[in-house]
């Protein structure tokens, strides 16, 4: 005949410390979502001092400088340069072809797209410049537009302003409700 006594003295402490143990588990889906989302909004990489060569080829493209830049863990991948940024462009033989400087900047990796806000002031290989609160730049399509209002100096001093621009590489630009200011010489053609 079996003692349960000895059995239940054995094991009952054990079955009951389990069940405790176990009801005390509890996996609320929505606050693993909640530390999830948290994480993903933290850098996962912060890096001072910037400086990043970008090359194709063997030529050097570009230089970019910042004092910060964070790099996020959120899918898709996204960089931050929240305190200034300046990116030198250069051609071929290594002459500056053009400049872009920033207050911030945003780089979406999965969307091809850099946007630069705040002061944006860019400078193109012919000495023009374009200024705005925004400007957004396709790397995939080459394409640099913007949303917001956009000032072109023109080294002679003629400008255009327009609500919104788009152009490629700063060339050839395209300007929605533009005005202008034109010098002209006093001079007639004969």
């Known amino acids: ?28 889906l929505n606050k693993v979502r909640a530390v999830t989302a948290a994480d993903a909004t933290k850098a ?39 305190n200034g940024v ?16 920033a207050d911030s900047c945003t780089r979406y990796e999965d969307k091809n797209l850099v946007v630069f806000r705040h002061n944006v002031i860019a400078t193109n290989t012919e000495g023009v410049k374009y200024r705005s609160e925004e400007l957004i730049w396709n790397s995939k399509t080459k394409e640099v537009y913007s949303n917001q209002s956009v000032v072109m100096t023109k080294p002679d001093g003629q400008q255009m302003t327009g609500t919104k621009f788009t152009s490629q590489e700063l060339r050839n630009p395209r300007f929605e409700n533009a005005t202008a200011i034109v010098h002209m010489d006093n001079s007639v053609a004969e």
């Open 44 to 82: 996962i990489t912060i890096t001072k001092n910037v400086r990043i060569t970008y090359s194709d080829s063997a030529y050097v493209k570009a230089v970019l400088t910042a004092p910060v830049r964070y790099e996020y863990a959120k899918k898709p991948p996204v960089d931050q340069m929240p």
């Open 86 to 101: 300046k990116i030198i462009f250069y051609n071929k033989n290594l002459t500056v072809g053009g400049d872009v400087i």
């Open 1 to 28: 005949m079996l003692n349960m006594g000895k059995y239940t003295r054995l094991y009952l402490p054990a079955i009951l410390s389990s069940a405790l143990l176990l009801g005390a588990c509890e996996n609320d």
